[in-house]
């Protein structure tokens, strides 16, 4: 497979030749060229997938391949390695990135047309597709974490593409700020894991690790937290809602395949240390995601701009791909990781797969009817499914993806993650459920929000709503094909916690309670919304005002952070250190320079030129010396 090393060259090159010659290109040139890029390497995923997934089993599990490695920089017993390894989770990324930042770069030919910095923006769109796809066939944890890094630099220059305008460099401040904060815990975390461990490596080796056993589950947490960072769990969600800021593919982009999995991603590399050496630290990931799906899902119940509900949908549905990893347990009769007992692991990997594409439906078709009406808020739409059939269609498929609705791919891939919580704790399990109906209301309350409701007569009289381009259709149809099968992929014969081909089996007792729980959430938004005025929705508000508005404000978390960061750190912490610096610091080193100046200037009529005058001090110095000697 040697051909796997154009999967990262391909994007890469695009991105320089976009960046250094772009400005020289028209739009539709660069266009063209950073998608047949992408495309290509979408068909290079999906050729490396076929191959490995179709090669002989080598004792029941497929084999880890490492096409490409090289040692980067020897640091005596420990070395920084750089290569492409493939194995089921790795292939299954290469999968969903290529597929989805295929679909937006199509998108974008629409979306973004006629946009200042359209060649700027593809360039990004590269190098964020590069880096992600770096990400996930890393060799080692250290080259993951050279590639976490460029995923977030890559984010802020697509957050921040509006660079003109003011939210728009607030918010990819605020996402760059907090990712580097949880970031350093990674870091940290990786170099206790390399240091007991004696590797940066993914083989897990029995000996090099036990050795290092006992500091595994520390650094194992400190890593968590860098990918809670990045996967926005609570409290370092903040950033990922004003990430809304950026063009609503990158939105896609971002929070349907890619950069906010990564922590996801970062857990599943990782699940063999986990499962032998910390399983009791496990039950972090389970509450830490556990409360984050309950308290995005109650903020996106009340959102009115429909790019923030989605938003907050993401955090919800990554919250479920931890929960789903963290209630795994270790294997019975002797074995350290069984397929039952991890049934997380599979479900999550499930999910995070099946999300990727109804979530970037939703995102997609969400910027269709942004480019139809131009606004983000709800009050601006209603009653569009008359004037957008193809947005409609796709976009209520999607939604009912979200529910969980058979037979769309949601349903299944959220069925096994609510079976796994039920084996490992029914609280946890009926918790659970109760996000997933959340999640079933809110999806609901926005699609009748949109495309039924209380139409905006005014504003469409204005401006006629209309179906997007081809080029902007064509992905959501293409998407919501994929969720309509995608649930019926034999997923657990290709990725599973052993590694051994396992059949996913649906317990129809789970399955039908949290199928008939949907069902009665997507009658209640209905219900509520569904009709042209909304009386009860308007008497929940009066009843509920100071809930309401708390949850709108999402719980005043922004300014919690922005009392800490502003009354605390800045004025009584990082205040202090400034005078310090200034008046210590730099009166200490302007009083060395005006010391040595002063000195100079005194001194420097013994630089006179007169050998006889050098001579007398020379002698005079000596004598000095003599003197004190003889003392």
């Keep these: 497979m040697e051909y796997t090393l154009l999967i990262l060259l391909l994007p890469f090159l695009t991105f320089l030749f976009l960046g250094i010659c772009g400005k020289w290109l028209s739009h539709k040139t660069a266009g063209i060229v950073g998608t ?25 599990v497929y084999e880890t391949l490492i096409p490409y490695n090289m040692t980067w920089l020897p640091l005596g017993s420990l070395h920084f390695d750089m290569g492409i390894m493939l194995d089921p989770i790795s292939v299954m990324m290469l999968i969903v990135i290529s597929t989805v930042s295929l679909m937006v770069h199509i998108y974008s030919f629409g979306y973004m047309h006629g946009e200042r910095g359209f060649q700027r923006y593809y360039a990004f769109l590269s190098l964020f597709s590069m880096s992600m796809l770096g990400l996930v066939i890393a060799t080692n944890i250290f080259q993951m974490y050279l590639f976490w890094e460029l995923v977030g630099v890559s984010s802020y220059l697509l957050i921040g593409f509006y660079y003109t305008t003011a939210p728009a460099i607030a918010a990819s401040k605020k996402a760059f700020i907090v990712t580097r904060f949880a970031d350093m815990f990674f870091l940290i975390g990786i170099l206790i894991y390399g240091y007991y461990c004696k590797s940066f490596g993914f083989d897990f080796d029995a000996e090099g690790f036990a050795e290092g056993a006992y500091m595994l589950p520390t650094a194992l947490v400190l890593m968590f937290i860098g990918g809670a960072g990045k996967s926005a769990m609570f409290p370092l969600h903040i950033w990922l809602p004003d990430a809304m800021e950026g063009p609503t593919p990158v939105s896609a982009l971002i929070h349907a395949a890619t950069m906010v999995v990564a922590g996801v991603y970062q857990i599943a590399r990782l699940f063999p240390l986990w499962i032998q050496y910390a399983p009791d630290a496990l039950s972090v990931v389970v509450w830490v995601g556990a409360f984050t799906a309950f308290y995005a899902a109650a903020v996106a119940c009340v959102q ?14 990554i919250a479920f791909m931890m929960v789903a990893l963290g209630v795994c347990l270790p294997g019975t009769h002797g074995e350290v990781i069984d397929n039952h007992a991890s049934l997380g692991y599979m479900a999550s990997m499930f999910h995070l797969f099946t999300h990727a594409m109804f979530k970037a439906l939703l995102f997609l078709g969400a910027g269709c009817i942004i480019h139809a009406v131009h606004s983000n808020e709800m009050s601006a739409m209603g009653g569009l499914r008359k004037y957008m059939p193809i947005t409609h269609i796709t976009f209520l498929i999607a939604c009912l993806a979200i529910a969980g609705i058979y037979p769309f791919s949601g349903f299944f891939s959220k069925d096994e993650i609510l079976t796994a919580c039920m084996h490992y704790s029914p609280v946890v399990g009926w918790f659970m459920t109760v996000v997933a109906a959340m999640t079933a209301f809110y999806m609901f309350r926005l699609y009748y929000g949109i495309f039924w409701g209380t139409e905006n007569k005014e504003l469409h009289a204005k401006h006629t709503p209309h179906e997007a381009p081809l080029t902007m259709t064509l992905p959501l149809i293409f998407l919501a094909v994929v969720t309509l ?32 729980v949907a069902a009665v959430s997507i009658l209640l938004a ?13 008497r929940m508000h009066a009843a509920w005002p100071r809930l309401h508005r708390w949850a709108y404000k999402r719980f005043y978390m922004d300014e919690v952070y922005q009392f800490v960061t502003h009354r605390i750190i800045f004025a009584h912490v990082s205040k202090p250190i400034a005078w310090f610096d200034r008046h210590v610091v730099d009166g200490f080193f302007n009083f060395l320079a005006w010391g040595a100046h002063a000195l100079g200037f005194q001194i420097r009529d013994l630089q006179s030129g007169s050998v006889q005058r050098y001579a007398y001090v020379f002698l005079a110095g000596v004598l000095l010396l003599l003197f004190i000697m003889i003392i």
């Excluded at 050729?47 to 029941?60: D, I, Q």
């Excluded at 938003?311 to 549905?317: L, N, Y």
């Design 304 to 317: 009115s701009d429909i790019k923030r509900v989605l938003a907050f949908s993401t955090i919800s549905q």
């Design 485 to 516: 099968v995608a649930g019926f992929i034999p997923f657990g014969h290709f990725v599973s916690a052993s590694g051994e081909a396992y059949t996913i089996e649906l317990d129809w007792t789970v399955a039908g309670t949290s199928l008939v």
């Design 526 to 538: 209905t219900y509520i919304y569904k009709g042209e005025k909304q009386p009860v929705a308007e």
């Design 36 to 60: 047949l890029s992408l495309g290509a390497v979408a068909v290079l995923s999906y050729l490396t997938a076929y191959e490995y997934f179709t090669a002989e089993r080598v004792n029941g």
